[in-house]
């Protein structure tokens, strides 16, 4: 169903407030800061501007801190004591009334000289296979396919350095109302599935690593999602679920959030919930050869006449 000019608006609105926290982000990241407070420093300050701007703003899913091999989907808990290190990607989202912009960066907080400069390649061939991807589709626009997107990440990541190479079984998604991978996926590689992106909301994210180029799931990550609203027995998670119902719908959520509006016994909730089916838990997702990873990543609006990238600075009126 074809978006409304409101509704419109509100992923340019959302893409906009992710575009001011990603050089927020930047600021207040350096080596050997608590995980746990970046996160929170990220997502109060989602909340923030969102309050500042009225536009209901919140955080879309909790904000992603993964270092090295874990290539997403990490995510600290409440009582989290990992500090910043190594190559970090910094994956979040914004959303205004489940209508949802997400961005990433990765950034280089390694010591050894070494590492550090093989991480800050990895870094910079993310973003120019992102920004290759990106001229792609605003040069073709509506109807691009997918699979070319993806060969253009794959040519752009080999021709940087050709011992490089894209995680080939992550890929970029469709996004729709409170729902973050709502069906088409787009690949960093030419998958051959000539999937043509119509107009809507995408996120494009190429990943970078010397490693297989392909990931594993790891530990759980804390991180879920709802899956089934049918009812529960347990009281605990009977307010949980309500509470996952009222305040997330479907969009992630995780852990550490419940701890702190419900405190610790709403683990025990999440514990039955995820039993009982009602939930998803999330793994992390690892580099199969534990070779460190990087990830660049923009939501673009496509209609039938222009294509926006939200999550830029300069994101209104682009094409």
């Not at 930047?26 to 989602?46: C, G, N, V, W, Y």
């Not at 534990?290 to 300069?314: F, M, P, R, Y």
């Amino acid at each position: 169903m074809a978006m409304s000019e409101k509704e419109k608006n509100k992923v340019i609105e959302a893409g906009k407030i992710a575009s001011q926290i990603r050089e927020y982000a930047k600021t207040i990241i350096k080596k050997d800061i608590p995980l746990l407070e970046i996160a929170e420093k990220i997502e109060s300050k989602i909340i923030e501007i969102g309050k500042q701007n009225k536009p209901n703003a919140k955080p879309a899913f909790p904000c992603n801190l993964s270092i090295n091999d874990i290539a997403a989907h990490y995510t600290p808990s409440f009582d989290d004591k990992t500090l910043a290190h190594g190559l970090l990607k910094v994956d979040f989202g914004v959303h205004i009334d489940g209508y949802v912009a997400d961005t990433s960066f990765s950034i280089d907080l390694e010591e050894n000289r070494e590492k550090s400069e093989t991480n800050k390649k990895l870094i910079q061939a993310a973003q120019i296979a992102l920004d290759g991807a990106l001229k792609e589709v605003k040069q073709k626009g509506i109807n691009v396919s997918a699979n070319l997107i993806g060969k253009q990440i794959y040519e752009t990541i080999k021709k940087f350095d050709p011992k490089m190479t894209p995680i080939i079984n992550l890929s970029g998604h469709s996004i729709e109302q409170y729902e973050l991978h709502s069906g088409i996926t787009i690949p960093n590689i030419d998958d051959n599935r000539k999937v043509q992106l119509t107009a809507g909301v995408y996120a494009i994210e190429p990943f970078t690593t010397y490693g297989n180029g392909k990931i594993y799931d790891g530990k759980k990550s804390g991180i879920y999602q709802l899956q089934n609203k049918k009812n529960t027995r347990s009281p605990i998670a009977r307010k949980v679920l309500n509470f996952i119902q009222e305040n997330y719908k479907t969009l992630p959520f995780c852990s550490r959030w419940l701890v702190k509006e419900l405190g610790t016994s709403s683990l025990l909730g999440l514990q039955q919930l995820e039993q009982q089916g009602l939930i998803h838990q999330y793994e992390q997702l690892v580099e199969s050869s534990h070779s460190n990873v990087a990830q660049a990543e923009h939501t673009i609006l496509i209609t039938k006449d222009k294509v926006i990238v939200t999550t830029e600075l300069s994101s209104a009126g682009t094409t």
